[in-house]
């Protein structure tokens, strides 16, 4: 009956011990062999053996050796009892099903700051920076037996919604796993860039349960004609620029006004949104002169091409607006 037992203590102290160890490396990084921590360990005991050796005479060593064993052997058997063993192995099983790490493989190209938001309760999101190249970040959360489901956002790219399991956590490479948010670029009509020349601005609305909400404008810089970006920044394909050429070629401009508008064009401004557009957004753009008449506007659902070209069209006179300034 006792080597029965003493086999069970084996048996539970191993899983115990792997599992901890498992489980310490998957959502920590950091495992029981983990060799600075084993080193922390064996140097401090080493310092204290050196110390007690050299302040003690060897009777004296002798007497508190038998003390130390004898302790420790009753220390020992009491922590390493089967009711100890397995109520530790059940405090493990309960910690390892309800909390769970996310990593995050950082981008290639810039720091980008990661948040992650349960969706059950938003006001205990977790935030941290992701550094450029450097090493996936660890996040510990909260789960349950079932996966608890997050939403994953990190700037520049389209936030997505994933569940947290225990055991396994949630891996995330984000040049491989999330999609860039789209570029959006908005090119005014030759007479509204007129307006843009004399004090005007670029207004971009996100349309909301019917009603318009204005998530961002145009700086107050120097007055000049261009052309606006929203969304992660892209080179303009060379091909997009030879339809555009064409374009303004067939609306009857001359070849200095075509060269000016596409100067203009190949060189936006960027505008920062208050709020992410995401693909199915609804927005409206418009330029507004600089007593905040209508010159130009465009309408659109925001779609899941990485770059998408808006010509905006010139304001029909007379016609109201659909956002008001």
Not at 40 to 53: C, F, K, P, W
Not at 262 to 273: F, G, M, Q
Request: glycine share 8%.
């Amino acid at each position: 009956m006792a080597g029965g037992t003493v086999w069970l203590r084996v048996v539970l102290l191993a899983v115990l011990a792997v599992g901890a160890n498992l489980w310490l490396e998957r959502h920590l990084g950091h495992g029981l062999e983990d060799p600075i921590g084993l080193l922390g360990l064996a140097g401090g005991a080493s310092v204290l053996s050196a110390v007690l050796d050299w302040s003690l005479k060897d009777v004296e060593k002798e007497k508190l050796k038998a003390v130390t064993h004898g302790r420790l052997r009753d220390l020992l058997r009491r922590a390493l009892s089967t009711p100890v063993l397995v109520l530790l192995c059940l405090l493990g099983g309960v910690v390892a099903a309800t909390y769970a790490s996310v990593t995050v493989v950082p981008p290639r190209g810039a720091n980008a700051a990661l948040i992650v938001v349960p969706t059950d309760r938003p006001e205990t999101k977790e935030t941290t920076t992701l550094e450029a190249g450097g090493k996936a970040a660890r996040i510990l959360m909260e789960t349950n037996p079932l996966g608890r489901d997050v939403v994953i956002n990190v700037d520049g790219y389209i936030p997505k919604r994933l569940t947290l399991f225990p055991l396994s956590g949630l891996t995330i490479d984000v040049e491989a796993d999330l999609e860039p948010l789209p570029t959006l670029l908005f090119r005014p009509p030759v007479d509204a860039m007129k307006s843009l020349k004399e004090g005007g601005r670029f207004v971009v609305y996100r349309i909301e349960a019917g009603q318009c909400v204005a998530i961002g404008a145009s700086s107050n810089i120097a007055a000049r004609g261009r052309s606006f970006v929203l969304g992660s920044r892209r080179q303009i394909p060379a091909s997009v620029a030879a339809l555009w050429n064409l374009e303004l070629l067939g609306a009857s401009n001359d070849q200095a006004v075509t060269n000016e508008t596409l100067h203009a064009w190949l060189k936006p401004e960027p505008v920062i949104a208050a709020t992410m557009m995401q693909p199915g957004d609804e927005i409206h753009a418009a330029i507004l002169s600089r007593a905040d008449r209508h010159k130009a506007e465009a309408d659109l659902v925001v779609g899941r091409d990485s770059f998408q070209d808006i010509a905006m069209v010139p304001r029909t006179e007379g016609a109201s607006p659909r956002c008001a300034p």
